[in-house]
């Protein structure tokens, strides 16, 4: 079975753009998560969903962030505009959960270079 | 809340010696407890985990890792080290019911020859 996908797995902006990162999540996992990793941080959750509903976005940095999940295998995070603070490695992550914490599977990441 | 903390931010080892990562957690009740490795330019991957039942965990590559309650930890061993453990390696803890996981900071291993 083919992992979590994401893409780009690299992307170099400048500040002001819009940053589109997508995650295909694992097939017939129904929760997906969306983490940061940067030195100064670590890893930090931004947002997760639930069967493609958004159950916890309380990592969110700010309204410049949003994330979407239209379907079982698709999600987006988006980044608009984006600033040179932004700049980090996301991951995706997606689980196989019935009330329990399941494992998490995470993907290669998006490392976003905002100059 | 849940926290984790990670009091080695680097650990040298030697290729064949022991190894054990520590790994202390904050939580009010039985947690579920993960250890994921994290090579360089790649995603995390699980080691090992612990929801409940025995104490000693045994995982991938060797790794084992003890629940003990008493002194909140959760800590990783292996017995012989070998180059390819090079890595990050990060602790986390989850609870029942709530799939959100709290990571620790990170244990950056480093192997000699």
């Known amino acids: 079975d083919a992992g979590v996908i994401q893409s780009p797995r690299h992307e170099v902006t400048e500040m002001g753009q819009e940053v589109t990162l997508r995650c295909k999540p694992i097939?017939?996992?129904?929760?997906l998560f969306w983490y940061r990793q940067t030195m100064m941080r670590g890893l930090e959750l931004l947002i997760y969903?639930?069967?493609?509903?958004?159950?916890?976005d309380s990592g969110m940095p700010e309204d410049r962030f949003s994330a979407k999940m239209p379907n079982a295998s698709f999600s987006t995070l988006k980044i608009q505009p984006s600033e040179p603070r932004d700049s980090a490695v996301y991951f995706c992550?997606?689980?196989?959960?019935?009330?329990?914490?399941?494992?998490?599977?995470f993907g290669e990441g998006s490392r976003l270079t905002v100059l | 809340a849940q926290s984790v903390t990670q009091p080695d931010i680097h650990i040298t080892v030697s290729e064949g010696a022991s190894l054990e990562l520590r790994c202390n957690y904050s939580y009010g009740a039985t947690p579920y407890l993960f250890w994921y490795v994290q090579s360089p330019g790649q995603g995390l991957q699980l080691l090992l985990k612990y929801f409940s039942g025995d104490t000693l965990v045994q995982g991938i590559k060797g790794f084992e890792a003890e629940f003990k309650r008493s002194q909140s930890s959760f800590n990783l061993r292996k017995p012989s080290v070998h180059w390819s453990d090079a890595a990050e390696y990060f602790c986390?803890?989850?609870?029942?019911?709530?799939?959100?996981?709290?990571f620790g900071t990170g244990t950056r291993l480093t192997i000699i020859p």
């Open positions: 992550a997606s689980s196989r959960t019935s009330g329990g914490t399941g494992e998490l599977f």
């Open positions: 986390a803890v989850g609870r029942f019911g709530n799939e959100k996981l709290t």
């Open positions: 097939s017939g996992h129904n929760s």
């Open positions: 969903f639930n069967n493609n509903v958004p159950i916890d």
